[in-house]
T-cell receptor
Framework: DAGVIQSPRHEVTEMGQEVTLRCKPISGHDYLFWYRQTMMRGLELLIYFNNNVPIDDSGMPEDRFSAKMPNASFSTLKIQPSEPRDSAVYFC????????????FGDGTRLSIL | EDQVTQSPEALRLQEGESSSLNCSYTVSGLRGLFWYRQDPGKGPEFLFTLYSAGEEKEKERLKATLTKKESFLHITAPKPEDSATYLCAVQAAPQNNDMRFGAGTRLTVKP
């Protein structure tokens, strides 16, 4: 079975540019999560969706970040405008609809903002 | 506020030298504690879920245990391929479906 698929795997762009990260969750999973991982702060939850609806976006650092889930098989995380401090690895994860289930992660997008 | 603390930050073992990693937590209403393994350049890979104190789970050389305040990941006779960062995470009421992660323990097993 295919796992969580993220694209691109690497992104290098200049400060001020718009960045769009993409995620395809595991088929049949009702929850989708976006995380950011840095050496300083570890894994931080940014936002999560249930059945395509955003449930908690309290981890989104500021208005430059936005996330959408137009359907059950696709989500995007957008940063506009990007800043050097946004450089990190961004992970998408999904989990089934029942409570207390583990999340399954993609291999992440390594983002570098110059 | 929910907190998850892992120790040690880094651990170096010789092949065959058994040891334990610690994950201590302070949450109200634990719903589940999860262990993940993360290899460089990869996403976290799920290992175990523990739901209640006294529960134990095993997989090959790994065994996870849970008390009311902490969890241990015991590694018996480790091999170099066990080298990775091990992360623990908790789910707590009322936010049952999001997880708070610890900073991880970076394990290196030398042949």
């Amino acid at each position: 079975d295919a796992g969580v698929i993220q694209s691109p795997r690497h992104e290098v762009t200049e400060m001020g540019q718009e960045v769009t990260l993409r995620c395809k969750p595991i088929s049949g999973h009702d929850y989708l999560f976006w995380y950011r991982q840095t050496m300083m702060r570890g894994l931080e939850l940014l936002i999560y969706f249930n059945n395509n609806v955003p449930i908690d976006d309290s981890g989104m650092p500021e208005d430059r970040f936005s996330a959408k889930m137009p359907n059950a098989s696709f989500s995007t995380l957008k940063i506009q405008p990007s800043e050097p401090r946004d450089s990190a690895v961004y992970f998408c994860a999904s989990s089934p609809g029942t409570l207390n289930q583990p999340q399954h992660f993609g291999d992440g997008t390594r983002l570098s903002i110059l | 506020e929910d907190q998850v603390t892992q120790s040690p930050e880094a651990l170096r073992l010789q092949e065959g030298e058994s040891s334990s990693l610690n994950c201590s937590y302070t949450v109200s209403g634990l719903r589940g504690l999860f262990w993940y393994r993360q290899d460089p350049g990869k996403g976290p890979e799920f290992l175990f879920t523990l739901y209640s104190a006294g529960e134990e789970k095993e997989k090959e050389r790994l065994k996870a245990t849970l008390t009311k305040k902490e969890s241990f990941l015991h590694i018996t006779a480790p091999k170099p391929e066990d080298s990775a960062t091990y992360l623990c995470a908790v789910q707590a009421a009322p936010q049952n479906n999001d997880m708070r992660f610890g900073a991880g323990t970076r394990l290196t097993v030398k042949p």
